[in-house]
């Protein structure tokens, strides 16, 4: 398919009003050929020959033409323009329903700022291509059919021997198309990487300043600027290339009519007048030749822009959502059966090996292991936020890739290592996942996580608005409000990664109480580092590079004295230091 | 602090469009002047040579034709084949230095408001969603290309040409060019009034369009929380008023902004009209026909340029809307700046002193109060104490991320305040609770502690604090490229690639809040050793939640309430059997409990 054919399929749900448009450019630009002719009548007719009860007809004649023109011109502009935003945000619509439907997989390997230029600069060249490059070309084709028209009622030699001209504009365009095809590309790529860059640079404000990084990142910028400036000189090269050619070439055809017309004349074969006419409707023939170039530069724009934008909406999620399903409750029943995972762009390096359990709904399992063991990634089966690359995950005795995902991550809450809160209040934070929650069940869930605390001390208690991702609050902080939020969801499967990590042991026993106070059942994953925060749990897994090397309960697996009996050591030495013998 | 921004929260504006901002912008362009002297020749001697187009064509009618001159035909063919060349060249000429033009006054503009931004503190990037600020550094400046390049020139070549008209009219008849600008008045109410209205509707447009961008992009950044919670349908729902605010702003804005041209082009044809009117009753008094017929001609002429610079001028109240955001982003003052006169700190040993510190983010609410105490140099400090005590307030007070309301930090007797903020912090190594990684390879990442670092010193970093376990394993080692925010790295992972990096910086002074938190306790013990190293001879304050950290510490403070409650080494603090002592027993008595 085509860009155009593409963007047809945005565009032509105002097909209907685009007719109207049309007719109304019809009218206003064919208007335009009357006012000259007007004036032609009152320099003969009126000066010329006197008749100057002619005059005020006329003059009215030319306001109410002039008035006709212009309003209809407002409203074709308006529709083309209504017909742009239509499309775009019909295309804004479409980009980020699929923005939502896109897997870990594609963000992990897509630059936030590369997204959003697609989003909005790829999106304002549509934009600027339905509203306005449309309209235009169709003036160009409707002056350069008038006027061939026109041209050749009054001398055809005359008009052959212009239009034998335009298979040279033809080429001209095409070349020039060809040659900025790519420029367009680059520029649109730089822009991109511009805006990534300033994205990441305003995302790492803190690092920027801990490290008194700020000439190193404006020397990148500055880099980015340039390159930015080179591309669209790169642009500008091209077009100084070609475009004076063609400028030239829709010129020549003045040259082409006086010196082949006045030839004609002095043969005979033409009268003075009627070159003259012909003369006058030159520009006509001018203007469509000479904004060829012009417009080519506006196409190739779009059609850089397309690429981007269809590549993301043609982009599958390797894990594919289905919509409309009914919601579904699940119980919490996990199982994993032989399960292994690797990354598709890195299949040498099997994140989890032939991973084995069972999770009675209700029961609590403990996730511990090294950086990078995989405790992380084995949590994420669990939501479809990946599928395994063999064994399978079942989740109430069904395999999980049965489930649509959306009904199935309604039944989970995760609490994520890197805790993500929006630029809101903390209370549409905590409400998050049940937007309709009211205040006082907020108020509930926060308690549990020992959040309320805090949040009462703030000036503006739940209604104090958090910056992006959360910046201000502590980390603490941050995973409390991370924790109520999913909570407030209500759960059948609670994933609680690294949760307490920045919350003192005290606070953390506090909470694990109060999450043990729940009424509801839920299937809890917890992963932590601390042996602290798993030692009550049904199950403990004990992971290391992906591979379960020991599982069961705190009890019994001190009784085996392993690995995790290991850990614990060195967590109590760790903790205590060389008081442990002192103490005890 | 003030009250944050939120994506559907329309931003004020503080300081409204005025003259002074017109004369800013003149600054940008000013050391473009020459240029645009030249490209302006080269514009006036094109149109000349358009003239003889024209020219050529009326001697050809004229008298060549009549005198079926077939050779002179030839040459006037040759001549004007010859100035269409000429034309060509300046048009060759003009895009390239048009474009050029109005790419270095964006670049300037660009440059300068990045700038800024880095001068500018926590405060200003923690108020706002992220996308509203982006937005105004590469979005809002693109939308000037058109007025600062083509828009600008062409408005100066238009002016030209209005004056060189006007003069040619009252040369010709005084009295019909009095009439012919007895619209003016009309034209310049009518423009007042749309111009009014069209400011208001694109200041309406351009914070929607600000509202957009931060929802896109906090929804992208946030992608992953959206998508485990399933909550893709609610945030749709507000894409969609947020979408829908654009397109009807849009429109609105468009209604009004294209209600110009009409105007103009309808009062220049009653001009025109009147000209007639007046100028046929006068023929043979005062006028003659051909007078007439070209001062017509003139008013043609001078409509033109008056139509063109009616439309520069629309795009300037739109590009209004943007140029003050701009301009705002630039006016934010850095709360904190070097003071006149501050001076390089000399490289320090690190003794640190609070003095009657006290610090609040608004009046009322003291975060700490009264704060004093003294490390010497080469010590280490532990912070503890319960979440939102003010421990990260102290290390932020110290490398001045904020500063203090009442009383005195110092390093070595130099007031942090009197000394230059780069001084400062160069000799900092602050490890922060957000590890932030740059999309780049790791190498690069580890790199930012200290630009100059070979390979050697970037594993050797990597080594001591045991980021290279993970990092050889990883296919491609430490050219291995992450994304922003190293998303394919797991949070113990890039805690210690940013442990590495701080280690590489090499600072007197080293902050770690909570910097081992999501670190593996084989990594972590691992670490200890090096963390020891790292530690030796610099002063280091060290947030943390593991006591294992903590406790060997030379120094304990334990903050609660803006105070600090308790210090003293573990062993003092643990004979005081205090806060300290209570904090430690109920971590002690957990793990006993595990162990039994």
């Known amino acids: ?584 | 602090m003030a009250q944050r921004n939120k994506s559907d929260v329309d931003e004020e504006l503080t300081e409204q469009f005025n003259w002074y901002d017109y004369a800013r912008l003149a600054r940008y362009i000013k050391p473009y002047m020459k240029k645009i002297y030249q490209i302006l020749i080269v514009i006036i001697l094109a149109n000349v040579a358009g003239m003889l187009g024209p020219y050529f064509t009326k001697i050809t009618i004229d008298s060549i034709i009549p005198n079926k001159n077939l050779s002179g035909l030839w040459l006037i063919g040759i001549l004007f084949t010859l100035s269409l060349f000429f034309i060509g060249w300046c048009m060759r000429y003009r895009i390239y230095h048009i474009t050029e033009l109005g790419q270095d006054v964006l670049k300037d503009m660009r440059l300068d408001i990045f700038q800024h931004l880095q001068k500018l503190s926590f405060s200003y990037f923690d108020s706002r969603p992220h996308g509203k600020i982006l937005i105004r550094v590469v979005n809002y400046i693109n939308t000037l290309s058109d007025l600062l390049s083509n828009g600008l020139v062409n408005l100066i070549s238009d002016i030209f040409n209005v004056v060189i008209t006007l003069i040619f009219m009252f040369a010709i008849n005084a009295k019909l060019t009095l009439y012919s600008l007895a619209l003016i008045p009309i034209l310049i109410v009518m423009v007042m009034v749309i111009q009014s209205k069209q400011r208001r509707a694109y200041q309406t447009l351009s914070n929607k369009q600000s509202n957009l961008n931060a929802y896109i992009h906090e929804s992208i950044a946030g992608i992953k929380v959206t998508q485990s919670f399933a909550r893709e349908q609610e945030n749709f729902r507000i894409f969609d008023e947020t979408n829908e605010d654009n397109r009807r702003t849009w429109m609105h804005a468009v209604k009004i902004q294209f209600l110009l041209w009409p105007g103009v082009q309808n009062i220049s044809v009653i001009t025109m009209c009147l000209i007639y009117f007046v100028g046929i009753r006068q023929i043979g008094v005062e006028v003659s026909t051909g007078t007439l017929i070209a001062f017509i001609g003139y008013v043609n002429n001078f409509w033109n340029p008056v139509i063109n610079i009616g439309n520069f001028y629309n795009s300037l109240i739109t590009a209004t809307a943007y140029l003050e955001r701009i301009f705002e982003t630039l006016d934010e003052k850095p709360e904190i700046v070097d003071h006149p006169g501050a001076k390089p700190l000399p490289q320090i040993e690190g003794n640190i002193t609070f003095k009657d510190v006290t610090f609040r983010y608004e009046p009322g609410k003291d975060i700490l109060k009264d704060v004093n105490f003294h490390v010497d140099h080469g010590q280490s400090v532990a912070l503890v104490g319960p979440t939102g005590a003010g421990k990260t307030t102290v290390i932020n007070l110290l490398s001045r991320f904020y500063d203090v309301n009442e009383g005195e930090v110092s390093i070595d007797g130099h007031n942090v305040q009197d000394v230059t903020l780069a001084s400062l912090r160069r000799q900092m190594g602050v490890m922060l609770q957000d590890t932030f990684i740059f999309s780049g390879t790791i190498m690069e990442n580890i790199r930012y502690g200290k630009l100059d670092a070979t390979d050697e010193e970037v594993v050797a970093a990597a080594k001591v604090v045991r980021a290279d376990d993970f990092i050889s394993e990883l296919k491609n080692g430490y050219d291995t490229v992450v994304e922003e925010r190293g998303s394919t790295l797991s949070a113990g992972q890039r805690q210690l690639i940013a442990f590495a990096r701080v280690l590489l910086a090499d600072p007197r002074i080293l902050i770690l809040d909570e910097a081992t938190s999501s670190i593996d306790t084989r990594t972590e013990e691992l670490l200890q050793s090096g963390l020891l190293a790292l530690l030796e001879g610099r002063t280091s304050f060290i947030i943390a939640h593991r006591l294992s950290t903590i406790k060997n510490c030379d120094q304990i403070f334990y903050v609660d309430g803006g105070k600090i409650a308790e210090h003293g080494t573990h062993d003092e603090l643990m004979a005081a059997r205090g806060l300290y002592y209570k904090l430690y027993q109920s971590q002690y008595d957990m793990l006993r409990l595990a162990h039994d």
């Open chain 1, 1 to 584: 398919m085509s860009n155009f054919q593409w963007i047809w399929q945005y565009v032509k749900t105002n097909r209907n009003k685009l007719w109207v448009a049309v007719i109304f450019f019809l009218i206003s630009t064919a208007l335009i050929l009357i006012n000259p002719y007007v004036m032609g009548q009152i320099v003969d007719q009126v000066i010329d020959g006197h008749q100057d009860n002619l005059l005020i007809p006329l003059l009215l004649l030319m306001i109410g033409v002039t008035v006709v023109r212009t309003i209809t011109r407002y409203i074709y502009q308006l529709i083309f323009e209504q017909t742009g935003q239509n499309a775009l945000f019909d295309l804004r619509e479409d980009m980020y329903r699929k923005l939502q439907e896109l897997d870990f997989d594609f963000f992990n390997h897509t630059r936030v700022g590369d997204i959003m230029t697609r989003m909005t600069g790829d999106t304002d060249a549509i934009r600027h291509f339905i509203s306005w490059v449309s309209y235009q070309v169709l003036e160009c084709v409707f002056y350069f059919v008038v006027s061939i028209i026109v041209m050749m009622t009054i001398s055809w030699q005359l008009t052959l021997a212009l239009v034998a001209v335009t298979p040279l504009i033809f080429i001209l365009t095409r070349l020039m198309a060809k040659a900025q095809h790519p420029v367009f590309f680059q520029i649109r790529q730089s822009f991109s990487r511009l805006n990534s860059m300033v994205e990441e640079n305003i995302s790492g404000n803190r690092v920027v300043k801990a490290f008194v990084r700020e000439d190193f990142e404006i020397k990148k910028f500055n880099e980015h600027n340039e390159d930015y400036k080179q591309r669209n000189m790169d642009a500008a090269n091209v077009s100084k290339t070609y475009l004076p050619w063609q400028d030239g070439t829709a010129n020549s055809l003045s040259v082409i009519a006086l010196i082949f017309g006045g030839y004609l004349v002095i043969k005979g074969q033409m009268t003075l007048g009627d070159l003259v006419v012909f003369n006058g409707y030159l520009w006509m023939l001018n203007q469509p030749m000479r904004m060829s170039g012009w417009l080519i530069n506006d196409v190739e724009r779009f059609s850089a822009s397309c690429v981007k934008i269809r590549q993301m909406l043609a982009a599958k999620p390797s894990i594919e959502v289905q919509l409309g399903q009914k919601p579904l409750r699940v119980q919490g029943k996990i199982v994993f059966d032989h399960v292994s995972f690797n990354f598709s762009d890195d299949p040498e390096h099997p994140v989890l090996s032939d991973v084995s359990f069972a999770a009675q709904a209700g029961q609590t399992v403990g996730i511990i292991g090294e950086t990078g063991s995989g405790k992380t990634t084995l949590v994420n089966l669990i939501g479809r936020f990946y599928d395994p690359t063999s064994g399978t995950v079942m989740i109430d005795d069904k395999n999980a890739r049965e489930y649509p995902i959306r009904q199935l991550r309604d039944n989970i809450a995760m609490v994520m290592q890197d805790v993500f809160l929006f630029s809101n209040t903390i209370s549409d934070n905590i409400s998050f996942g049940r937007p309709d929650l009211d205040s006082e069940y907020v108020e509930s869930v926060a308690r549990v996580a020992d959040a309320d605390n805090f949040i009462m001390k703030m000036p503006n208690g739940y209604d104090t608005i958090v910056g992006e991702r959360g910046v201000g609050l502590s980390g603490g902080q941050k995973q409390r409000i991370s924790l109520a939020r999913a909570l407030a969801k209500d759960p059948s499967i609670l994933i609680l990664d690294d949760t307490t990590s920045a919350v003192d042991m005290e606070t953390e026993t506090k909470i694990q109480h109060e999450l043990d106070g729940l009424t509801t059942k839920r299937t809890t994953f917890i992963i932590a580092n601390r042996i602290s925060s798993v030692r009550d749990a049904d199950l403990i897994l004990l992971l290391e590079k992906g591979h379960v090397v020991e599982s069961g309960t705190h009890e019994e697996l001190m009784a085996k004295q392993g690995k995790y009996y290991e850990v614990f050591q060195k967590q109590l030495g760790l903790e205590k230091g060389e008081q442990v013998g002192t103490t005890e």
